[in-house]
Structure formats: structure tokens, C-alpha cells
């Protein structure tokens, strides 16, 4: 038996911000389901004092949290052994993104929503935009908010749906500030900083055009299968780079800070490329274990952040870092390589003698492309 | 009588006031889906259910000739003004919603063709009359009703549309908000079905569906990215972001851009972003250099680029003035390799294009 074969189906609710009705929409399809017979339970759900919410949720059966004490305080969260044992067709789990309280069985709700899955179980679930791994940079942009809850972005892809929830930025702030969202006083602070018009237009029109990316990989595999003819028609969005392409991404990873954002805008770009991804790291000796304790920690940092989003870290040996680069970029017939662009104060006087230059120099039948560092560019006049 | 009774001057500035706002303008949410059975009828009535109960005057304008039972039972809860029949036709009663003058009016399909001897020609073009009047409207739209996609959606569809509504009335808008959900959720309300007729693009009923749900998204974002700018701008905020990627090719006269070009095409397309190419103008090119210009310009008209020649002495600084001014997010440019004395000192155009681009990513195309 593969697991796979019975693995149940993720449903995500896609929203860009607290209170734009994602948990509502969630749990008015769960109360549909019931009507119609399915066997479906609440595995967890955030009600956050919400009236209309609590109300959705009444007469769903609801699987109680988990208490774990975290020093000294008690916390609830999903008890992923219970929902395995009750085995409903259908558990609605809310907030994918969450953070799981130390001690729990995984860091990571998303985590929890996998073994779901794997026994066969449906899951539905909610995000926001934000909380999508490579669009990390972009929303600390938009808002000044480094979002840490982060999800990767294989996981979203996954899914079996995603279903954008939408409400226009200024019925959300009507909303704030009638208080349905949060209670008056965080409302106050929410719209000084998150909850600005121009920041909600922003990450809405970012999660539409999420949703429409999402509709297409999903549509794109289903015309290929469809032209193959009949056969297994469930979707296989689910491992590796989609359908074959051409096109293969390299990222040199350092032990400098911008590695985190060059890993996201590669991937980012090599999903929607369609393309496969690598990384590496060049060292004089090729090990880790001869580098300085603070830069070995650093670079051991970004590649476990690279396999986390599913991209392979090798470790090359090389006294140049461009020239050993270009050479594993030819051998793995690489189309682009992808690099950081450094600091204003670290580029060499001379032309050419920077890393950045030197590659371009050396991958003259390469692309290769110099990421820049994503800054808060927002000024009023 | 009270003839020396002075009028009350509050009293005359909170008659003024109302009057004011009786006759301000009314404002428009559209609900738009990307087909029948996606729910709008429902979650613009539920809006009408609920501004109801928060004490707002709503009638209903025009509703579908079939509706669920789920709209029905809050059509039920509803006022409901009775459309007129023109000839054994029923349309939307603009007099009598005039004289009722409520604050909010729910109006369905917008894209209705009004029959003849009506006020006007169109449904949408009465949702302006009362807007006008100070009665706000909120109303649902499909996209293949819209004017500048309908012949996408046919494509799609097969299936010709003849009644529509301009883009425009979209933009322009207060608000719009899009009724999304997976093609399997039509279906189930079967309506769906009728909408396409099997031909088309000869694939099935979920792709086709799945592909207008795609546009329908990307035609919100387009909206909703205007609406952005408009905001921006009506609030004298500077934003060097944008939420989608915008792609700059720089030509020069000096090589063959085709494939850059393309690639721009392609990368533009799978982002569903825009694609910009600019060059320099330069008045002391040799004619093989015209020659190349042309035919990368040529490449770039026949990809849909948006081109622009541009001034400047300094073509690092003059490509980067107008990528800021445009929004652009990355940049291609061709790797010409030459070894000119000039260049090793100075640098090439190029080098100095990457240290000046910051916050914009740069890729380089093997010449």
C-alpha cells in the first residue's frame, strides 16, 4: 500500500490579513459538509472573541487541544494523536502558519496537517499571503514586518485547492473599527501599523495574483494530462520542479545575512519558471569544519533553510569562488545563476574585480542574475 | 403667525447637510466571479442582509430570473422593488427606486440588456443614473460579460456573449471584491454548465473553468493594482514597490536582443506581470548599428513590450531614473564582451549598471 493513494486532500483559504473572513468562509463549507453527510470535525480552531465565527462553529464537533506547559504557563494545540484516533473523513484546522509551543510533537502546524494527510484524513485550513516563505522580503517591504510564521512554499503547492478570500481594504478597516476584528485598543495599534490602506491594497492584490499562480500550476498539469488521455487524473503538483523544463537555477550561498533572500527569490522564481534549483556553497578547503565557528553556523543556516524549501546544498571546493562557481554552473548545465548583490561599500574600486563582476565575466554563455537586496523604500512626499 | 422667527442657523447648515448628502453621489461594489453558480448573487445579498441589520435603507433593484434556494431565502427577508415589463420583458424599475430613493440598492447582473423603450440601453448604465441620484449600488458581474475580455472567454468557451460591461465601469468602481471558489463548486450548482458549450478550446468543463477563474483573478489584481495607484498618488505617497513584477530590457545597437526579448516575454507572461523595453538614443550610429536597432525594435513591438527611448549622457544613471519611475523589478541586459581600453579603466556600461541597481534585480544575457 502507498501511503500517497490514500493521502487526503488539503484545502487552503487564502487571505492577506486578519479579519477578512477566512475562518468564516472555512467553517461555513465545514457546516455544508455536515449537512451533506460528511464525517468532519473541528481539530483546531481560533475563534479570537469573534461572534459570527463562533457562531459558524456551533454544532461542529470540536476535538479538544492538546495542554502543554511551556514555563509555567498552559497552552492548547492541535492534538494530532486524538484526530488520528477519531479518523474523520474531514478536520478543519485553522491558522496554517502557526508556530507550535515547544514540546509539541512538531515545530510546525503545517507539520501536524501532514500526518493528517498522510493517514488519508481531508484537511481545511487558512493563511494569509504573507506567510508564504518567498514572498518574505516583498511583504517586509509593503509593511516593515519581517513575518516569522512562515510556511514553505512546496507545502502551499501541494494543496489541492487554494481558494482566495477577498474583502476590499476598506470594508476590512470598516470592519476594525467597528471592532468585529480585534478589541478597540489593538485595533488602534493594528491600523497605525499592519492595517494602513495602501499596505492592505498591496498584499491584497499580492495574494490574488497568489491565487491566480496557484489556479495556473494546478490547470497547467491538468492540460498535459489531458492531452496525455485517460489515466490517473489527480493532480501531481506535488514534488519536484512540474513539468520538465529546460531551465535550471543556481544560488551561491555565503554566510552573509542576504543568502536568506536570494534562496527565497530563486525558488520563487524557478516555481514559476517551472525550472529546478540549486545551491552551493564554496569553501578554500570544502569543508565547514575549517571555517570560523560564526561563519560555519551562518552558512549551515541558509543551507538547511535552502532543503527546507526543498532546494539540495552541495559544498564545493575552490580557491576561486567565481571561477568554481561557473565550473559546477557548466557541468550541471545551469541556465541561470543567481547571486547577491553586495553592499554599496564592498564593491572594489577597480572595475571587474568583485565577485559579482568576475562571474559575469567567466559565465559569458550563462544568465546570470544579481539579486538586490529588498529595502523599505516607502516615503511620503 | 411667526414671521419675525429668525431661521435657525444650525438648523439651516444640518438641512443643508442632508440635502448634501441625499444628493452626493452614490457609491458601487461589484461582485465579480468568473461564473455562474460561484456564489455572488449569495455573498452580495448576505452584504445587503447584514448592512441591513446594521441599519441601512436596502432594496433590492434586479435579481436573476433563477436563483438558489439559499438566495431565495434571503431574497425573502428582503425588500424587493417589482421590476417593470416593457413589452413582456421585465426590467429593473428605475422610476419607482428614484421615488423609493433608498440608501443602498442591490442590483444583479449587471451586464443586462435593457429592452427597447427603456431610459437606457443598459443595466449598468442605470446603476450610473441612480448612483448619480445618491443611491449606492451594489451589484455582481461576470467576466465574461466584460468587454475587453470577452473575446478571451469565447476562445475558452466557445460560447458568443452579447451583452457587456465596459472594463472601465470595473476601475472605476469603489470597491470590488472577487467570489472565488474551486471549478467543482460551480458544477455541483450545475448552472455553470450552461455557460460554455463544449467546444471552444475543446478541453473539459473543470479546465475551461479553471482558466477563467485564472483571468477573472488576474483581471481583479490589474483593478485592484490601479486602484493602488490611484490611492498612491491621491495621497502623494512615493512607493519604489510594486505587488507584481514589472521586466525592463535595455537594447543597444550593438546586439541581437531577440532572445532577451523573448525571454522577457516569457518571464513577464509567467508572472503575469508587464514587460518594458528601453533604449538610448545615440545620434552617431553607423547604419549597420541602425540596422540592429530597428530589428530589435521590431522584436520588441512584435513581443508587446511597452518601448521608450530615453536621454541621457550617463546610461547606467539614465536606465536606472526611468526603471525607478516605472517600478521595475528586474532588469535584463546583454553581456557584450569587448576589451576596449576605455572599459578596463572606467568600466563598462554595464558594471556600472549593477552597482547602481539597487533594490532592482539585474540579469545578464550571454550576448
Same mark, same amino acid.
Given at each position: 500500500m502507498s501511503e500517497s493513494s490514500h493521502r487526503g486532500t488539503l484545502k487552503i483559504f487564502l487571505g492577506y490579513a486578519a479579519g477578512v473572513g477566512k475562518t468564516y468562509q472555512m467553517l461555513d463549507e465545514a457546516y455544508k459538509l455536515k449537512c451533506e453527510g460528511v464525517d468532519i470535525v473541528l481539530g483546531y480552531f481560533e475563534p479570537h472573541g469573534r461572534k459570527d465565527t463562533i457562531a459558524k462553529a456551533a454544532g461542529l464537533e470540536v476535538i479538544p487541544r492538546r495542554q502543554i506547559e511551556y514555563r509555567g504557563a498552559m497552552f492548547g494545540e492541535t492534538d494530532v494523536e486524538a484526530i488520528l484516533r477519531r479518523h474523520p473523513q474531514v478536520c478543519v484546522i485553522d491558522e496554517f502558519a502557526h508556530t507550535n509551543i515547544p514540546g509539541s510533537q512538531h515545530a510546525k502546524r503545517w507539520e501536524d496537517v501532514q500526518d493528517l494527510l498522510r493517514a488519508g484524513i481531508d484537511v481545511l485550513t487558512t493563511m494569509n499571503v504573507q506567510h508564504l516563505e518567498s514572498l518574505n522580503d516583498q511583504v517586509w517591504q509593503f509593511t516593515g514586518i519581517r513575518v516569522r510564521e512562515t510556511i514553505p512554499d512546496w507545502v502551499v503547492k501541494q494543496a489541492d485547492e487554494v481558494v482566495m478570500v477577498d474583502l476590499p481594504p476598506q470594508a476590512l478597516l470598516n470592519r476594525l473599527m467597528r471592532g468585529v476584528v480585534y478589541t478597540p485598543e489593538k485595533a488602534r495599534q493594528a491600523m497605525e501599523n499592519f492595517f494602513k490602506e495602501s499596505t492592505l491594497v498591496a498584499l491584497r492584490e499580492l495574494a490574488i495574483r497568489q491565487t491566480a499562480h496557484e489556479v495556473d500550476i494546478r490547470h497547467s498539469v491538468q492540460n498535459e494530462m489531458e492531452a496525455m488521455g485517460p489515466g490517473d487524473a489527480r493532480l501531481e503538483v506535488r514534488s519536484g520542479p512540474g513539468p520538465p523544463s529546460s531551465e535550471c537555477i543556481l544560488i551561491l550561498i555565503t554566510e552573509d545575512p542576504s543568502s536568506a533572500a536570494l534562496i527565497r527569490r530563486g525558488r520563487r522564481v524557478a516555481d514559476y519558471l517551472q525550472a529546478a534549483c540549486l545551491a552551493v556553497c564554496v569553501l578554500?578547503?570544502?569543508?565547514?569544519?575549517?571555517?570560523?565557528?560564526?561563519?560555519?553556523?551562518?552558512?549551515?543556516?541558509?543551507?538547511?533553510?535552502?532543503?527546507?524549501?526543498?532546494?539540495?546544498?552541495?559544498?564545493?571546493?575552490?580557491?576561486?569562488?567565481?571561477?568554481?562557481?561557473?565550473?559546477?554552473?557548466?557541468?550541471?548545465?545551469?541556465?541561470?545563476?543567481?547571486?547577491?548583490?553586495?553592499?554599496?561599500?564592498?564593491?572594489?574600486?577597480?572595475?571587474?574585480?568583485?565577485?559579482?563582476?568576475?562571474?559575469?565575466?567567466?559565465?559569458?554563455?550563462?544568465?546570470?542574475?544579481?539579486?538586490?537586496e529588498r529595502r523599505r523604500s516607502q516615503k511620503e512626499l | 403667525m411667526s414671521t419675525n422667527r429668525r431661521p435657525d442657523p444650525e438648523q439651516l447648515l444640518r438641512q443643508l447637510q442632508a440635502e448634501e448628502q441625499f444628493y452626493r453621489r452614490g457609491r458601487l461594489k461589484i461582485f465579480l466571479g468568473y461564473a455562474g453558480g460561484v456564489g455572488k448573487s449569495f455573498r452580495m445579498l448576505d452584504e445587503a442582509?447584514?448592512?441591513?441589520? %446594521?441599519?441601512?435603507?436596502?432594496?433590492?433593484?434586479? $435579481?436573476?430570473?433563477?436563483?438558489?434556494?439559499? @438566495? !431565495? =431565502?434571503? *431574497?425573502? %427577508?428582503?425588500?424587493?422593488?417589482?421590476?417593470?415589463? $416593457?413589452?413582456?420583458?421585465?426590467?429593473?424599475? @428605475? !422610476? =419607482?427606486? *428614484?421615488? %423609493?430613493?433608498?440608501?443602498?440598492?442591490?442590483?444583479?447582473?449587471?451586464?443586462?440588456?435593457?429592452?427597447?423603450?427603456? =431610459?437606457?440601453?443598459? %443595466?449598468?448604465?442605470?446603476?450610473?443614473?441612480?448612483?448619480a441620484s445618491g443611491i449606492s449600488v451594489i451589484a455582481t458581474v461576470n467576466l465574461q460579460h466584460i468587454e475587453e475580455r470577452r473575446a478571451q472567454v469565447e476562445r475558452i468557451t466557445g460560447k458568443q456573449v452579447t451583452e457587456t460591461v465596459p472594463e472601465s465601469f470595473l476601475r472605476n468602481a469603489d470597491e470590488i471584491e472577487i467570489v472565488d471558489a474551486p471549478p467543482d463548486f460551480c458544477l455541483q450548482r450545475t448552472s455553470a454548465g450552461l455557460q460554455t458549450n463544449g467546444s471552444g478550446s475543446g478541453r473539459s468543463l473543470p479546465q475551461q473553468l479553471s482558466e477563467l477563474r485564472e483571468i477573472a483573478l488576474l483581471l481583479a489584481a490589474d483593478v485592484v493594482d490601479y486602484q493602488l495607484e490611484a490611492y498612491l498618488v491621491r495621497h502623494g505617497i512615493e512607493q519604489l514597490w510594486g505587488a507584481h513584477e514589472r521586466i525592463l530590457v535595455c537594447l543597444t545597437p550593438y546586439a541581437d536582443a531577440a532572445k532577451v526579448i523573448a525571454s522577457g516575454r516569457r518571464n513577464a507572461d509567467r508572472f503575469h506581470g508587464e514587460l518594458f523595453v528601453a533604449y538610448l538614443n545615440r545620434p552617431d550610429l553607423t547604419p549597420e548599428e541602425k540596422i540592429l536597432l530597428e530589428r530589435n525594435l521590431a522584436e520588441a513591438r512584435e513581443a508587446n513590450a511597452r518601448i521608450q527611448a530615453l536621454?541621457?549622457?550617463?546610461?547606467?544613471?539614465?536606465?536606472?531614473?526611468?526603471?525607478?519611475?516605472?517600478?521595475?523589478?528586474?532588469?535584463?541586459?546583454i553581456n557584450r564582451m569587448h576589451n576596449h581600453w576605455w572599459d578596463r579603466i572606467y568600466g563598462r556600461p554595464l558594471d556600472h549598471l549593477i552597482r547602481a541597481a539597487d533594490n532592482i534585480d539585474v540579469r545578464v544575457f550571454p550576448a
Open positions: 578554500r578547503d570544502g569543508s565547514l569544519q575549517e571555517i570560523p565557528a560564526s561563519q560555519r553556523e551562518a552558512v549551515e543556516k541558509h543551507m538547511q533553510f535552502a532543503r527546507n524549501l526543498q532546494i539540495e546544498p552541495s559544498v564545493l571546493q575552490g580557491e576561486d569562488v567565481a571561477q568554481t562557481l561557473v565550473d559546477f554552473a557548466r557541468s550541471h548545465k545551469v541556465t541561470q545563476i543567481f547571486i547577491a548583490r553586495p553592499q554599496q561599500k564592498k564593491w572594489p574600486v577597480v572595475f571587474g574585480h568583485g565577485l559579482v563582476e568576475r562571474v559575469v565575466r567567466l559565465a559569458h554563455d550563462i544568465q546570470v542574475t544579481i539579486v538586490a | 442582509r447584514r448592512r441591513r441589520e %446594521r441599519g441601512e435603507d436596502v432594496v433590492v433593484g434586479a $435579481i436573476q430570473p433563477k436563483v438558489s434556494q439559499e @438566495v !431565495e =431565502a434571503l *431574497l425573502q %427577508r428582503m425588500t424587493v422593488i417589482p421590476q417593470r415589463h $416593457i413589452d413582456g420583458v421585465p426590467t429593473m424599475d @428605475v !422610476e =419607482a427606486i *428614484l421615488r %423609493r430613493h433608498p440608501q443602498v440598492c442591490v442590483v444583479d447582473g449587471l451586464a443586462y440588456d435593457n429592452p427597447p423603450g427603456s =431610459a437606457h440601453p443598459k %443595466r449598468w448604465q442605470d446603476v450610473e443614473h441612480l448612483m536621454d541621457g549622457e550617463d546610461p547606467a544613471r539614465t536606465i536606472m531614473s526611468f526603471a525607478r519611475a516605472h517600478g521595475i523589478t528586474q532588469i535584463f541586459v
